[in-house]
């Protein structure tokens, strides 16, 4: 199992550019998320997906936008990229959302907005 | 005012040290807490999990909840330089338990 993959690795754009962060994971896992990090700010949620096709904001929804189609892929874009968004984004995944369940995360993807 | 606060460090210790780790919390509805362990550029892995307060033992690593403290900590024993790494602590409640709010990790350098 590779779990948690996320493409691409790293990724240089121009202020106003867009771009999606793609996100798989073959555990099949019902719930992921799309976390960013930063220094000192530690990881942040930025959107969550219980389940196929359902969506939801989390503590820094905007400027981002997400994409559920199918169970094991979790889309992250940018639709107009700001150097306020550079940061290490992270996905992740769990088995569920109802207790704890333990979520599972890539390897990241460091974004650099110029 | 953070809802987490943890000291970035650096903390830096002679291989064999027992090493303490902390965090601090204001929200009372926190009921799961989690240490997870971060390698420099990688994802964060889950190391240690506990629900509600106490003491959870596994191998040379203790976690700790105080909840009357709103304080949760993580001992290492016998440290080795593979341990070091930032641990992050986080924590979530029991109505949003899929929702954690992050530490900002503490580094910790483990000297051979």
């Known amino acids: 199992n590779a779990g948690v993959t996320q493409t691409p690795k790293f990724q240089v754009l121009k202020t106003g550019q867009s771009m999606t962060l793609q996100c798989a994971q073959d555990?099949?896992?019902?719930?992921m998320y799309w976390y960013r990090q930063d220094p000192g700010m530690g990881l942040r949620l930025i959107y969550y997906?219980?389940?196929?096709?359902?969506?939801d904001k989390g503590e820094v929804p905007d400027g981002y936008n997400v994409s559920r189609l199918k169970k094991q892929n979790f889309l992250l874009g940018l639709e107009s990229a700001a150097p306020s968004q550079t940061s290490v984004y992270f996905c992740a995944s769990s088995l569920g959302s109802s207790s704890y369940n333990e979520q599972f995360f890539g390897p990241g993807t460091r974004l650099t907005v110029l | 005012q953070k809802e987490v606060e943890q000291d970035p460090g650096p903390l830096s210790v002679p291989e064999g040290a027992i090493v303490s780790l902390n965090c601090t919390y204001s929200?009372?509805?926190?009921?799961?807490f989690m240490w997870y362990r971060q390698y420099s550029r990688k994802g964060p892995e889950l190391l240690m999990y506990?629900?509600?307060?106490g003491n959870k033992e596994d191998g040379r690593f203790t976690a700790q909840v105080d909840k009357s403290s709103k304080y949760i900590s993580l001992f290492i024993r016998d440290s080795q330089p593979s341990d070091s790494a930032t641990y992050l602590c986080?924590?979530?409640?029991?109505?949003?338990?899929?929702?954690?709010?992050f530490g900002s990790g503490t580094r910790l350098l483990v000297r051979p």
């Open positions: 555990m099949n896992h019902n719930s």
């Open positions: 997906s219980a389940s196929e096709g359902t969506t």
């Open positions: 986080a924590m979530s409640r029991t109505d949003s338990s899929y929702k954690l709010i």
């Open positions: 506990t629900y509600s307060s």
């Open positions: 929200n009372s509805a926190f009921q799961y």
